[in-house]
């Protein structure tokens, strides 16, 4: 089963921008999600990405502020954050799936150990 690790997380001031990455083992053609989770709050799927990179989804609310993109020759998909906002504070994972994207954790076994980003000022 492959593994993940992200990395890239930090404190930003509102509108900044982070790129995070998250580094697979080995090469996979899993759908790759990034998620997110604040204090006292579910995870949420925020966006995701096809195996070839052909396809990419996201949340409204960071839909035109963040990017999902992969570079299946390094083993890393990464997320470009712009315009960092007080709410997008959280701990982010990615997590891996054989099949389709999906915005619910529960459909995820495959996880990384997370990193936190902070925006304040």
């Known amino acids: 089963q492959v593994q993940l690790v ?3 997380g930090n404190l930003v001031q509102p509108g900044g921008s982070l790129r995070l990455s998250c580094v697979a083992s080995e090469f996979t053609r ?5 998620f997110r989770q604040a204090p006292g709050k579910e995870r ?9 990179g052909s396809n990419t989804y996201y949340l409204d609310s960071v839909r035109r502020r963040f990017t999902v993109s992969r570079d299946n020759s390094k083993n890393t998909v990464y997320l470009q954050m712009n315009n960092l906002k007080p709410e997008d504070t ?3 994972y990615c ?5 389709a994207c999906h915005y619910n954790a529960i459909h995820y076994t495959t996880w990384g150990q997370g990193t936190q980003v902070t925006v304040s000022s």
């Not at 899993?30 to 990034?34: E, G, L, N």
């Open 6 to 8: 992200e990395s890239g």
């Open 30 to 34: 899993d759908y790759i999600s990034w």
């Open 44 to 52: 949420e799927g925020i966006a995701c990405i096809r195996s070839d």
């Open 90 to 92: 959280a701990v982010y």
């Open 95 to 99: 997590a891996a799936r054989k099949v």
